[in-house]
Nanobody, 126 residues
C-alpha cells in the first residue's frame, strides 16, 4: 500500500521560510515523478512544483517561481519543498503526489498523479 506523508507545515510570518517534506513508502520511489499541489480555502487545488524521477528536471508554477524549490533524495524516499519569501496568498493545504513517469518528463497536471498524501497546512500571516 502506497503512503505519502507530508510534514513541515505550520504558521509563519510573511517573508519567512518553511521546508515541507514528503516521505513515501510502498512504491519504488525512483520510478516516480513527484509533485506538490496546494488548495486554499474556497479555491480549487493548483499545481505548485514537480520534479522528475532523478531530480534532473523541475517545474514550478509562475506564482512560486524564484521563491520555492523542489528537491528529492531517492535514497530517503523523500521529496522536499523549500519555501522562501512566503506571502499570505501562499496560505493553503499543501499536498504531495506521485506520478508514474519516466525520463525527463515532469508532470504538471493533477490527473497525471495517481497517489496523494493527506496534506499539511501552511499559514502565512501578514
Amino acid at each position: 500500500q502506497v503512503h505519502l506523508v507530508e510534514s513541515g507545515g505550520g504558521l509563519v510570518q510573511a517573508g519567512g521560510s518553511l521546508r515541507l517534506s514528503c516521505a513515501a513508502s510502498g512504491l519504488t520511489f525512483s520510478r516516480y515523478a513527484m509533485g506538490w499541489f496546494r488548495q486554499a480555502p474556497g479555491k480549487e487545488r493548483e499545481f505548485v512544483a514537480a520534479i522528475n524521477w532523478n531530480g534532473g528536471r523541475t517545474a514550478n508554477s509562475d506564482s512560486v517561481k524564484g521563491r520555492f524549490t523542489i528537491t528529492r533524495v531517492n535514497a530517503k524516499n523523500t521529496v522536499y519543498l523549500q519555501m522562501n519569501s512566503l506571502k499570505p496568498e501562499d496560505t493553503a493545504v499543501y499536498y504531495c503526489a506521485a506520478a508514474g513517469s519516466k525520463g525527463s518528463r515532469v508532470p504538471v497536471m493533477e490527473y497525471e498523479y495517481g497517489y496523494w498524501g493527506q496534506g499539511t497546512q501552511v499559514t502565512v500571516s501578514s
